[in-house]
């Protein structure tokens, strides 16, 4: 069983720099960050792998980098130069398998609660 627990949403104007933490336990092989705005699909925006390979959207290329602490077993979501489209809701996930390429809903069976966030332009 798989625990995440994620914390660091919040509001910021456009250009600004947010660090999303997702607290994990148990064991997983890929952690998936998604991200909903309200009246769209879930989308996801970066893969990480716990060999280190990481996967990003091209929406978020070079503006986001996915990381983790080991010792802390902790996912980062690191966001920077944020625009006003990347308001949403976000949430990480995790997946036994190890995914790549990209993060198919079906493959993440386990999610944190969510945390929001909200750029201002």
């Known amino acids: 069983q798989v625990q995440l627990v994620e914390s660091g949403g919040g509001s910021v104007q456009a250009g600004g720099s947010l660090r999303l933490s997702c607290a994990a336990s148990?064991?997983?092989?890929?952690v998936c960050w998604f991200r909903q705005a309200p009246g769209k699909e879930r989308e996801w925006v970066a893969l990480?792998?716990?060999?280190?390979?990481?996967t990003y959207a091209d929406s978020v290329k070079g503006r986001f980098t996915a990381s983790k602490d080991n010792a802390k077993n902790t996912l980062y979501l690191q966001m920077n130069s944020l625009k006003p489209e990347d308001t949403a809701m976000y949430y990480c996930?995790?997946?036994?398998?190890?995914?790549?390429?990209?993060?198919?809903?079906?493959?993440?069976?386990?999610w944190g609660q969510g945390t929001q966030v909200t750029v201002s332009s």
């Open positions: 148990g064991y997983y092989s890929s």
């Open positions: 996930a995790a997946s036994g398998r190890t995914v790549l390429g990209g993060c198919p809903r079906w493959a993440f069976g386990y």
């Open positions: 990480f792998n716990i060999d280190g390979r990481t």
